[in-house]
């Protein structure tokens, strides 16, 4: 059974420490998490202002962070790349096909995720919060501090979505990224070039690494949840 | 007694449908006063409307004798007013940190803080609870942290939403008691309820919101 075999390969590299591989995961761990660092705190405060202001254009606001979840990476791909090519207006950068290039995509990617589910989050929370801060003379931004922190597990289940979205994407990293090996290569477009030669068994070994990051993820996104909802239970 | 606070035509409307056309009023300083009406009159729309929560339009405004606009609501007036809910909400952080938050907000030394939320707890009877979850806190005792967290500020004006209300027993008779402290405290309260015992208070006077205006008892 070619499956049964590749996959015993693919543990067997992930157990010898194949350097290729971890490089990959590095790469992919690394992007993701910088695009997110730079993204969530533009995101949770675009979210709460859209959630806590009244203004012209805000439901139109809000369709359009909701419809952005939906945009396919690949589509941000193609934008990011014809904006960073070097005839593009952001050419001059030298972004294309590095790094920094696939940060500012798993940026683009992670602002509506991020934005929608802290916009959620606050939109939920009860008035009393803001209306209590904002009657014992609390400032605009600490009114938003004191209703970030209360609800900080809608905030962090955005954080995790977000970065849930931007470590399995695929399109943006291979089209802004460029899949180059040692460099711009991550655990998806790896495994679809991968795949595409014919080598299974590192493509199962990412595969694996990615499904662990998922599970552990979403394992701490659980655990945070049960914390709210046994505090829920208590008021 | 000098006027803390006149409102002339306060006017307050949700879509099409009036809550009310009040002609006039005037609250005077270091008074207390007991709003009733019956459900429904505005007595909680009105207290938000003074709190500077709810929007409303008013064709003139005085705070200690200066003239003010109501919309958007004065800086002058949200140094100086509080208001609390009738089931106050705890920030989730602790009761200390719930008591403090005002003067935290205000920029006071946090051991200034500390001493003030100390003596405030003392005075609200609520010391034990210094290391409780805010969340965990009964309907009395959290309308006691918010009683508290209302006095340190010295607000001239303090607006409470039926502080008894859905309490009863021994939790009604403790937010009862520290009600006569904080009409000596020097500055002004307007208490919506329908409690006797509010309302029967010594130096309490009366207003009545009754088919959309204010009457003087």
Known sequence: MPLVDATRDAFGLLLSGDAELWQIVWVSLKTSVFGLLLATPVAVVLGYAIASHRFRGRRIAIWLAQAALSLPTVLIGLLLYLLLSRQGPAGGLHWLFTQSGMIAGQFVIAIPVLMAFTLAAVQAADPRYAETAVAHGASGWRVMTTLLYEVRFGVMAAVISGFGRVISEVGCALMVGGNIAGETRTITTAIALETSKGDFAQGIALGIVLVTIALLMNGALMLLQGDAHSARGRL | ?217
């Open chain 2, 1 to 217: 007694m000098s006027a803390l606070l006149a409102i002339e035509r306060l006017r307050k409307r949700f879509g099409e449908r009036e809550l009310f056309d009040i002609p006039g009023f005037a609250l005077d300083a270091a008074q207390a006063y007991v709003l009733t009406g019956v459900n429904g009159a505005g007595k909680s729309t009105l207290l938000r409307i003074l709190g500077g929560l709810e929007h409303a339009e008013a064709s003139a405004l005085s705070f200690e004798g200066q003239a003010l606009a109501l919309d958007p609501y004065p800086v002058a007036m949200r140094a100086a007013v509080v208001y609390v809910h009738q089931h106050p909400i705890m920030f989730s952080t602790s009761v200390a940190h719930n008591i403090g938050y005002g003067l935290l907000a205000r920029g006071v030394p946090r051991a200034q803080v500390a001493r003030e939320v100390e003596a405030a707890m003392e005075w609200a009877g609520i010391a034990r609870l210094r290391a409780s979850d805010p969340a965990s806190l009964s309907g009395g005792e959290k309308q006691r942290v918010a009683l508290a967290r209302a006095k340190v500020l010295q607000p001239k004006l303090l607006l409470l939403d039926e502080p008894t209300a859905n309490l009863d027993g021994a939790a009604r008779e403790q937010v009862i008691a520290l009600i006569p402290t904080l009409i000596g405290a020097g500055g002004s309260i307007v208490m919506a309820c329908h409690d006797r015992d509010l309302i029967g208070l010594p130096g309490v006077r009366r207003l009545k919101l009754r088919d959309g205006t204010i009457e003087y008892r």
